[in-house]
């Protein structure tokens, strides 16, 4: 997509000055000059006890239900906030936005923002620089790292040579052909030494926030860690494996991101309610084909009670997405399958192979969940907000949907988002759900009984295709992944207490934020809300087709244009 001074801070304390001898390693593209000496550490401040208020949390009006930060109690009933929300869609009404967070909510929560680090695929940088202050858009040291190429690249270089000299551009090395930098995530760092990771869906473009559904996570603001002023710099221990897990997922930048692996080292992470799920280009063998990919995401679920094998028959794990590649029945049952479907569960069948540990039998092979996709129709691109251009962020080969379509039509349900709220904003978002549905229909009422108990969610860029998820080579004993993806993983044991079966996790819905939960057991409930409605709607066979996006469509939209199927 083409692209279509005063400071309050010290505008030379960046991570830049972190480490200049690293910079000066680096490749020559880009490079900001180092800050002065004196301010080189200006980082290293003591944490802020723990007691005192998170300030400058506040967002708008809008993304309050709930707070991000707050939880909020009845008398009956505790509601935690899980960390994500569905971003505000420009152009639908505010009835529809309630609890959605705009860019704006995520870049001015009430502490200005010191430097930030962002990813992400297609940047339309003059379009994001216009969500920030007029002052901020040179004074806040930023470095992208992006996949844009062609014309957009060249225009965001000519753009940073005229302007914007605060801005440094990093493009990854992908070293598997047809790989993609597809990531999605920024790394905010705030002037009060606190520190944001966001994760979401959505390219730095207009029509990804302005039509199209999206969803982001957030971090709770991060503080530094506890050191003495006498210490001499060392790297701190480590408080999360989310922790962990940021760091080799950077490191797979090599030194670029240097800098920035040194920063959040110094921050506590231990506040982090998910699991971090990545993939990296490369070909992985042993250990570090568990890190990446599906196979990352097989090894935390093997670790995520779902209740009795007898409960977790039914169980569906929904897998949603905007982009389908060529993917192969084998590998979408058998290999990303029997990732998703990876459990602990509380009984034991003996035809399951299990390995014990303790009091848990942990299911190799993974329990009986049904796997279903929901992608858009072309009738739900055609009556999108955007007609058929919708269907330019949808793609999907026709030659690949012609050797698919046999098997993959039974797993198939149509985008349907009234209850959501997001029935005619096309979907870019991508999630992978586990659930157990309650309720078949009900009313939309706040404290009306929740459609599902949701076993865990999976929000990330990754769509359905080997490229992204990784593939299993040489008799299982290398993983191939070509692209980056980012994503974060979670499910209620990461909240619980002592008492591990006090909180679930319910489906939300535009209109009933704070369902209840059919279990009356839970006293704690982490609302969600789906972006779309529940139960699914299939695919009818005949009438529905998947949409591909290189078949031009004589049918005018109800905007009135065709499509060409030009993408």
């Known amino acids: 997509m083409p692209v279509s001074s005063d400071s309050s801070l010290d505008s030379t304390s960046t991570l830049e000055d972190l480490s200049a001898q690293e910079d000066a390693t680096a ?5 900001l000059a180092n800050g002065p000496q004196e301010d080189k550490e200006w980082w290293k401040v003591k944490k802020r006890p723990r007691e005192e208020s998170n300030e400058g949390n506040s967002i708008s009006e809008r993304a309050q239900l709930p707070s991000l930060n707050d939880r909020e109690a009845s008398a009956e009933v505790e509601y935690v906030h899980p960390g994500v929300s569905l971003t505000a869609v420009t152009e639908l009404p505010d009835s529809e936005n309630r609890g959605c967070m705009s860019l704006r909510d995520i870049l001015y929560q009430g502490t200005p923002i010191k430097e930030m680090l962002q990813f992400n ?3 339309d940088l003059e379009w994001f620089l216009a ?16 996949g844009s190429t062609g014309e957009n690249a060249v225009l965001m270089k000519e753009l940073i040579s005229k302007s914007y000299q605060n801005v440094k551009l990093v493009q990854p090395y992908l070293p598997v052909p047809y790989g993609t930098h597809h990531s999605k995530a920024m790394l ?3 002037t009060d030494s606190t520190l944001q990771v966001v994760i979401h869906t959505a390219n730095l473009v207009a029509g990804d926030w302005d039509y199209r559904t999206q969803e982001v996570w957030q971090s709770p603001r991060l503080h530094l860690k506890s050191y003495s002023e006498s210490e001499s710099y060392v790297p701190l221990a480590a408080t999360s494996q989310f922790e962990l897990d940021l760091i080799a997922y950077l490191r797979a930048y090599e030194h670029r991101l240097t800098k920035f692996i040194k920063a959040i080292q110094q921050y506590d992470f231990s506040p982090v309610r998910a699991v971090l799920i990545a993939s990296t280009p490369g070909y992985h063998t042993n250990a570090n084909m568990y890190k990446w990919g599906h196979m990352r995401l097989r090894d935390v679920l093997r670790r995520v009670d779902v209740g009795s094998v007898e409960d977790s028959r039914n169980d569906l794990v929904i897998c949603q997405f905007s982009s389908i590649g060529s993917v192969p029945h084998a590998w979408f049952t058998d290999a990303l399958g029997a990732s ?5 569960v509380s009984q034991f069948e003996p035809s399951m192979v299990s390995k014990v540990s303790g009091s848990k039998k942990r299911i190799l092979g993974g329990t009986e969940a049904n796997l279903k996709i929901v992608y858009p129709t072309l009738y739900n691109v055609r009556d999108s907000l955007m007609g058929w251009r919708a269907g330019g962020a949808l793609p999907h080969d026709y030659k690949n949907w012609l050797k698919q379509k046999d098997w993959m039509m039974p797993y198939l349900h149509r985008w349907k988002g009234v209850r959501s709220g997001r029935d005619r904003a096309s979907p870019h978002i991508k999630t992978y759900t586990r659930l157990r549905l309650q309720t078949q229909s009900k009313d939309d009422k706040e404290g009306e009984p929740a459609d599902a108990e949701i076993l865990w969610h999976l929000v990330t860029s990754a769509n359905l295709s080997r490229a992204a998820w990784g593939d299993l080579q040489k008799n299982g004993t290398q993983f191939m992944v070509r692209s980056y993806e980012l994503g974060v993983l979670i499910y209620p044991a990461l909240w619980k207490n002592e008492n591990e079966r006090e909180i679930a996790m319910v489906n939300a819905t535009r209109d009933n934020p704070k369902p209840t939960c059919k279990d009356q057991a839970y006293r704690r409930l982490i609302p969600i809300r789906l972006p779309y409605d529940l139960p699914l709607t ?3 066979p005949g009438k529905d087709e998947a949409w591909t996006w290189d078949v031009s469509r004589e049918e ?3 905007l009135g244009f065709r499509w060409d199927g030009s993408r």
């Open 27 to 31: 490749r020559s593209e880009g490079q």
């Open 121 to 123: 695929m297609k940047v």
């Open 131 to 146: 969500h920030l202050d007029e002052n901020d858009r040179q004074r806040i040291p930023m470095t992208i790292v992006h």
């Open 188 to 190: 905010l760092f705030f």
């Open 340 to 344: 998703l479907r990876s459990s602990t």
């Open 538 to 540: 299939p695919y009818v």
């Open 556 to 558: 005018v939209d109800w």
